[in-house]
């Protein structure tokens, strides 16, 4: 077995590396399909090309790495392991990449060892939604559900999804082939908590046990744009006033409903000049919540909200839903070994709500999923200064030796394997 603490060094420092494949000079800047996506291909292939696997990129562009069991045959169950490499403009080194080299290191740690399941380490294409407009790409080829529509969406230089595939030198009319075959049995991600719960009640890691819901819409004020000198306070119907007042109400509401966020995060007006009362003012919404009965209820509030405020001024509004992303839970058994490991490791389990979305709330639609969330120093993530500590990604590595110990000698774990695959 490879010392922990050696392995995070490693890991950290490869980490490092595969931040150098932008494409931004100076920035972490890596999106679908793009040509430093090849380079981290390419370097991935390297470090696993000792360890006795078979490595390939599927139609969609994830990278796929087999460690086979310890026997051969067709009814042999396999494990994904994984995450993203895709990341956001102005990245930090650790979001989704963590992931798929801790994969790597556990893999490191076997010395050669095999389990009765396969393990497939697995590097998704695209979980971010940067070039396409569309997140989770590869996780969504993997459950079956990247469809022709979205192969059609074009990125800011007018280029096809499909296209990029193709000019990748892949072949979109095979991206059935990327579909999860009846012998995986669970999928588990490592990734950054992204946020400041872990580090504020002094944990390193955390057990995930659902993923929130998430609504995302748009709401347009229309009022009406006019001279801001000569026009009466009492007389105006003013788009941004009214945007305003919208915004307090959404803050007041997230602050009264317990784990309930709500962010308004970009705003347009129109015309958008200091001496012109603003005839028009677009917002985005977003709300998340893990229980979707909360997260809706939510959501009607501050319409209702917006179109009294709309009515009060004399202005209309208007509102388009972008996503309605439903709560994902984990699953309890997987969730539950991870936490026995983590007791074996000497870390207290901390069970948490992920605010953010992740590739595991993709795959739990089709396959049990679990998430180990590690420490966000600062809880700051989606930025340079992205972080993680050398003795949490240890303990995650030491805790994902010891749950694969544990589901190696699990009956539960192996009876997961679908009826049709069973000797």
Known sequence: MHDCETLAREV???????????????????????????DCHLEIAKWVAPLGVTSKVDAAGNLRIAYSADKVGSRVPRLLIGSHLDTVPSAGAYDGVLGVVIAIALLRSM?????????????????EGVRFGTPFIGSRALIGTLNDEVLKRRDARGISMGEAIAEFGLNSKEISDAALPDDVVGFLEFHIEQGPILENTGRSLGVVEVIAGQSRLTFRFIGQANHAGTTPMNLRHDAIAAAAEWIGAVERRAKSVQDLVATVGAIKVKPGVGNVIAGEAELTLDVRHQDDEVRNAAVDYLIDEAEHIANNRGLKVETAE?????????????????A??????????????????????????KIPSAMIFLRTPGGVSHDPAESVRAADVAQAIDCGVTLLEQLASSSKFLSLMPRTQRA
């Open 111 to 127: 010395n050669g060892r095999r389990f009765p399941f396969a393990i497939e380490v697995i590097g998704f294409s695209e979980e």
């Open 322 to 338: 972008l996503l309605n992303q439903r709560a994902v839970a984990m699953d309890p058994f997987l969730s539950g070994q991870i």
């Open 340 to 365: 026995e490991a983590m007791q074996k490791v000497g870390c207290e389990p901390y069970r948490m709500v992920s605010g953010a979305g992740h590739d595991a709330m993709i795959m739990a639609t």
């Open 12 to 38: 950290i420092a490869r980490c490092k590396t595969l931040a150098r494949f932008t494409e931004v000079a100076d920035s972490i800047h890596r999106t679908f399909l793009s040509p430093p996506m090849r």
